[in-house]
């Protein structure tokens, strides 16, 4: 008689992560080109999926196309330039899709698929092997494998001789759970910690020769498994949606993008899993491993990030692929996943995870040229749904980009004696080359260590520290505020119970010692508790104090500018550099509209009404206010002094999941342990706490209209009352920056030495507008000033490096008011979309 042994075990592979090198030369050309006559697909912007014709071509590969959106919107039949990348030739000779035929597993063993397990392993009869979205793509499948869910048990049919014997063992590593065979069947149980991945049933004779073979694979259970962190028994939206929306814009002025998941896409599931191949197998059934591991895969191994100006469809990034033409790869099939695509033109998670297969097969970097924040929050959406974790993508408007981790973003300006305020556009080029280097620090008297928390918090630099006052900016030049950034969430318990936790896939900052982000427990960063992991970080997103640094200049000349950077001269309160010695937590300018976080939404529960999906701008009613889930606060105009970020409070000790405790511990300790501080938090405005009398009153709300329609005038009108019973004088300079979602300014133009930034004319060519306004007592004006259209042509921003059909560029402008007598100074900054006429 011969006995049969059965062993269940999981398939395993292991890789060292390798970032491929440019290589050798590639000769080839590549021959994208369009022609006049051309039929193109429009990739970006508003009118994107609309088709039109090439009518004139730039010397710097720019073509005019006429729209044909064929549905009667205002811009149909008009004309725009566009960016290689933005338009896409159309390809009438594509190849027909061929339907693939599944392939049926070995009739020895057989999954028993009843009511019983549909019951145990909900959805998982819906995984499929669909066709590739690309002919040429040859995704992984399947192949009659089953999905099942850990936590639960299943039954499989064996179909052996009834004279054979097994004995049933469940191998992965050592003893993982139970196996049994009960006649000609088997009974499988998966634990509720088990690994998730690639498992295969052998069944083995007496001298170890195979009988039979049987696979599945094993993911996240968030339906029958109260035992199993990820359990969640009210987010079935989060976890099989196949329709999402991402919120995109101004605070004030935001759209919605569709997104198609499909999570039951079985391509998508096992490329997940082979992203998980990089992650030790006992860590892959640890949900705090797997969603911080897979914030860190998305961004290095899936998508290539890319930001601000230039070609979205050519060349060749460091650590990435030659960017090929639609042509080009038309003739070398094998490279059919070389093409880079404009971030906004991306729908769906499915193209992006296939690509990214195929740039694995081909054997260059993997990550797929080119992705934005809302592109890395889809794909890990679909990759989270996929793997059995409720997930959703979350948008927050005015998101603050906190690079030192002290919960607030710095601002930094230049004031002369006449009061006038300019925001600094560059404050990365801020920091003094001495302070780069601890021993040129020295021969300055500035020892950057001891320092380091005074630098960090603008404060405490009376004594020793005095000399470091000029690297100030070196702790936080690189702080920003993106007009939008969206982010995920994932439901499991990790110490507290089932609950929310903030994950980010796009690479920001570094944390433990690689780029990823999470999990951010969303309770904890409502009560501003610091915490593992990346707390810090996402209380500074959602809830940043601001934070102001004034440098003195006689003048705005740029030489002048740079000999205050050089030397550190700013405007001291008791000696420190931080202005007034304050934490603003609401805008210092009086916007609320400004305010860091706020507002933070995802795509509510249910199917997405029609009037969203004709009408992007049309979808607030398809969207779920999360900003009370994060903020003590939620309102902008109703914050108070407790809804202050104010600094990092002593963390937990944490270390990254399976690495060494001790080194990683008191690393986080010296980073975060920030002490006492002595600073203010207030939410009074700029205006309220400068000069000597708050006699004159400023109305900015009928300043700029809501959108700037292209080829109109633009008029601004500011409001001043004069409430005392003597005269005053206001000195108004105001100032338009062209900038990209991330607050970036748009750049026209660098050479080795400068960056220029965009900056719209608003007084004939001049791009500072001054003008004194007299105000006798008691006395009411309004100032009202006209920017003419042709400022505002679509060739002229062209030029200046602002395409407005993409929707992601926004002029930020900067008005700053100065009453001569008094010293009173008033701020705003108030950000708005360009829109092509008839739009508005």
């Known amino acids: 008689m011969v006995r049969a042994l059965l ?167 050592g003893q993982m759970g139970k196996a049994e065979l009960r006649g000609g069947e088997i009974h499988v149980e998966i634990p509720a910690w088990a690994p998730v991945g690639e498992y295969e049933v052998l069944a083995l004779d007496s001298k170890d020769a195979t009988l039979a073979t049987f696979g599945f694979i094993v993911i996240f259970n968030p339906f029958s498994c109260p035992s199993c962190p990820e359990y969640s028994d009210q987010h079935q939206e989060y976890l099989d949606g196949n329709e999402g929306l991402l919120f995109q814009g101004l605070s004030d002025h935001y759209t919605a993008n569709h997104w198609y998941h499909e999570p039951f896409r079985a391509a998508n599931l096992l ?66 996943a070389h093409t880079c695509h404009d971030p906004t033109s991306w729908t769906s998670s499915s193209p992006i995870l296939e690509k990214h297969w195929g740039l694995v097969q081909s054997g260059v970097p993997s990550a797929v040229q080119y992705c934005q924040c809302f592109v890395f929050s889809g794909v890990l959406t679909t990759i989270g749904r996929t793997l059995g974790i409720a997930t959703r993508s979350v948008t927050n408007f005015q998101s603050a980009h906190d ?48 320092c ?22 070196c702790e936080s030049r690189e702080d920003s505020i993106w007009s939008f950034h969206v982010w995920n969430e994932m439901y499991y318990a990790r110490g507290n119970g089932q609950e929310w936790q903030a994950l980010d896939a796009t690479p920001q900052e570094m944390s433990g010692g690689k780029f990823q982000m999470g999990p951010a427990s969303v309770p904890e960063v409502r009560h501003g508790k610091s915490d593992c992991y990346d707390t810090d970080f996402v209380i500074g997103e959602v809830n940043g104090d601001t934070k102001l640094y004034v440098y003195q200049v006689p003048n705005l000349d740029e030489d002048t500018k740079q000999k205050a950077i050089e030397k550190g001269e700013f405007m001291l309160h008791s000696g420190d ?97 920030e002490g006492n501080s002595s600073y203010q938090v207030v939410h009074r405005s700029l205006h309220e706490l400068t000069g000597d009398s708050d006699d004159v009153k400023a109305e900015f709300s009928a300043f700029v209209p809501k959108t700037i329609e292209l080829d109109h005038d633009l008029p601004l009108q500011i409001t001043f009352t004069n409430t005392g019973s003597e005269q005053r004088t ?90 001569l007598e008094t010293g009173q100074t008033f701020g705003h900054q108030p950000r708005r979309h360009l829109v092509e006429a008839g739009d508005a």
């Open 403 to 450: 690079v030192n981790s002290d919960r607030g973003v710095s601002k930094f300006f230049f004031t002369t004696p006449t009061g006038v305020w300019e925001p600094v556009e560059f404050s990365d080029t801020l920091c003094p080359a001495w302070c780069e280097s601890a021993k040129k620090a020295k021969k300055k008297k500035c020892n950057l260590k001891r």
């Open 577 to 673: 550099p931080l202005f007034l010695g304050i934490r603003w937590y609401m805008d210092p300018f009086g916007d609320p509209y400004n305010t860091v976080g706020y507002k933070v939404v995802t795509k509510k529960p249910g199917q997405i009404a029609k009037s969203c999906w004709k009408n992007p701008s049309d979808c607030q009613d398809e969207e779920l206010d999360l900003t009370p889930s994060y903020k003590q606060c939620p309102h902008a105009e109703g914050r108070q002094p407790f809804c202050a970020a104010g600094y990092s409070k002593t963390k937990p000790q944490c270390a990254e999941p399976g690495a060494d405790e001790e080194s990683l511990l008191q690393q986080e300790d010296e980073m975060f342990q």
């Open 730 to 819: 206001v000195r108004i300079a105001i100032t338009s920056l062209g900038c990209d979602y991330r607050g970036m300014p748009v750049i026209t133009m660098q050479t080795r030495r400068k960056k220029y930034a965009m900056k719209l004319p608003l007084d004939g060519l001049e791009t500072l507008l001054q003008r004194e306004v007299e105000l006798g007592p008691r006395e009411t004006k309004v100032f009202q000033h006209v920017v003419p259209a042709e400022n505002l042509s679509g060739e002229l921003l062209e030029t200046l490096e602002v395409n407005a059909a993409e929707g992601t560029f926004f002029l930020q402008f900067h008005v700053s008011a100065h009453v």
């Open 271 to 336: 490329i997940a899993l082979k992203l998980l191949d990089w992650l030790p197998m006992m860590l892959r059934g640890d949900l705090t491993a797997v969603t911080r591991y897979l914030t860190n895969a998305v961004g290095d191994k899936v998508c290539f990030g890319k930001w601000g100006e230039g070609d979205y469809a050519g060349g060749k990034p460091d650590w990435g692929y030659k960017c090929r033409s639609k042509k080009y790869v038309k003739r070398r099939a094998e490279k059919w």
């Open 452 to 473: 380091s928390s005074a630098l960090r918090r603008g404060v405490g630099f009376t004594g020793r520290c005095k000399a470091c006052i000029p690297c100030v900016p």
């Open 7 to 173: 062993i269940v075990w999981m398939l395993v592979t292991s890789g060292v992560a390798v970032r491929m090198g440019s290589g050798g030369a590639d000769l080839e050309a590549d021959d994208e080109s369009f022609a006049v006559g051309d039929m193109v697909l429009i990739q970006t912007g508003k009118y994107k999926s609309c088709q039109g014709e090439v009518i004139q071509i730039s010397s710097s590969s720019k073509v005019k196309v006429r729209r044909r959106c064929g549905d009667g919107r205002k811009g149909d039949g008009k004309t725009w330039w566009y960016k290689p990348g933005q338009v896409e030739e159309i390809d009438d000779s594509e190849e027909e899709e061929e339907p693939v035929e599944p392939q049926e597993a070995l009739p020895d063993i057989s999954l028993i698929m009843d009511d019983d397990f549909r019951s145990k392993h909900k959805l998982c009869d819906r995984y499929k092997d669909l066709p590739p979205v690309d002919p040429r793509a040859t995704p992984p499948r399947l192949n009659g494998r089953p999905v099942v869910r850990r936590g639960q048990s299943f039954r499989l049919q064996l179909q052996l001789s009834a004279t054979k014997s097994a004995d049933v063992r469940l191998l992965q590593g």
